[in-house]
């Protein structure tokens, strides 16, 4: 067995799966698991006396996220999920009539309907057909108006796994005078990333999936000298310059994106984040990257070998953590029920397989994925 980036000691879940699955729900390290138990402990036993160390360390928690993508722990807010770093964007631009988002479409709901939602105030969301062509630069080039005030893209497509060239993407954006708004959430844990680097203006991405941590808790990265733009579309009473003046309520919203926090936070969410931060890098860490590429291209070519229909695009730049496959005439559903029962855990739907590797992964369980893909064929389980 090769050594893995990320110890496999750190995972509970290689002693009972094959778990390749991280684009649907990932999985707790062992350190972020320990530290979620302390504080439920410290909740139970002490409760504000055993929180509110927990809630103190928040700007920490901001600065971590914000070390793992190259920013400043000004810019980061911490929400409920991904779509929320999207509504806060939509809600929050000052639109007018005839202004314009792109979108592809094939994007995850997530990051389509809160930018539909405008179309009740007159702007327009324009959809590229990603069937028939993919956002490149040059593709955005011919999409791109002088009306586009919003380029909304996931970095890494859900269903397929095709990863975009944010950096050239945004130089297209930024040239039109639109801003490029990301959802990382297919691609951030498995691949590092520098919005600076990458002139990201806006980045929204749950902690459920590649980042390893809870459900229910993901940040939002706001470039700084756009933060004052954007409009409180949901102000709650954490938002201002002084929370615990409770009855001043005609303060200025405080410093920084953590205004976009609204309310109480999900602080046990932000501790998950943050641990997991730290066990995974930053922008530079490219070991987990290499070694999920190094999975995904074994995956591919063994199942090119087995006769499979792969549904994802592979080539420098493009390839991600995501492989989608199918057999001609096999219902996929059953094809991936049969997996589970061996304990490979992947995602399957009528579209195809989804196999998504992460850093503890190993090229053994790869090679068991495709002998019980060819056991399933040999026996005709599944396959006509």
């Not at 964007?89 to 997530?110: I, Q, S, T, Y």
């Not at 389509?112 to 590229?128: E, I």
Request: hydrophobic share 45%; net charge negative.
């Amino acid at each position: 067995m090769s050594e893995t980036p990320l110890s496999r000691d750190l995972f509970a879940v290689t002693s009972t799966y094959a778990y390749l699955n991280h684009a649907a729900v990932g999985v707790l390290p062992q350190p972020t698991r320990a530290a979620l138990h302390a504080f439920v402990e410290a909740h139970a036993t002490a409760g504000v006396m055993g929180t509110y160390p927990i809630e103190a360390k928040m700007p920490e928690y901001r600065e971590a996220v914000a070390r793992f993508i190259g920013a400043g722990g000004a810019e980061i807010a911490f929400l409920r999920n991904t779509g929320d770093g999207a509504l806060a964007l939509a809600g929050g631009l000052d639109w007018r009539p005839g202004d314009e988002v792109v979108l592809c479409d094939n994007e995850f709901p997530a990051n389509v309907q809160p930018w539909l939602a405008l179309r009740d105030r007159g702007v327009n969301v324009r959809f590229v057909n990603a069937g028939r062509e993919r956002l490149t630069p040059g593709v955005l080039r011919r999409h791109i108006t002088a009306r586009t005030r919003v380029v909304a893209v996931s970095w890494v497509s859900f269903a397929d796994g095709y990863r975009h060239d944010l950096a050239s993407l945004g130089e297209v954006a930024h040239a039109a005078g639109a801003l490029l708004c990301v959802d990382a959430i297919q691609g951030l844990g498995a691949f590092g990333l520098d919005v600076r680097a990458c002139g990201i203006d806006a980045l929204y991405c749950g902690g459920a999936k590649w980042m390893m941590a809870l459900q229910g808790v993901s940040f939002l990265y706001v470039r700084e000298n756009l933060i004052d733009r954007l409009r409180l579309a949901a102000p709650g009473w954490r938002s201002v310059a002084d929370m615990w003046d409770f009855l001043n309520y005609e303060q200025p919203p405080v410093a920084g994106a953590g205004r976009f926090e609204g309310g109480t936070p999900n602080f046990i969410g932000a501790l998950s984040l943050a641990e997991s931060c730290g066990l995974l890098g930053g922008p530079s860490a490219r070991p987990i990257a290499e070694h999920v590429l190094a999975l995904t291209d074994r995956l591919y070519d063994g199942l090119l070998a087995c006769g499979a229909e792969v549904k994802t695009l592979r080539g420098d730049g493009c390839s991600s953590g995501i492989v989608t496959f199918v057999f001609p005439g096999t219902d996929p559903v059953a094809l991936g029920k049969a997996l589970a029962s061996e304990g490979i855990v992947t995602t399957y739907r009528p579209t195809g397989i989804r196999v998504s590797p992460h850093g503890y992964n190993t090229s053994d369980e790869i090679d068991r994925l495709l002998e019980a893909v060819g056991r399933a064929r040999k026996e005709r389980v599944c396959f006509p």
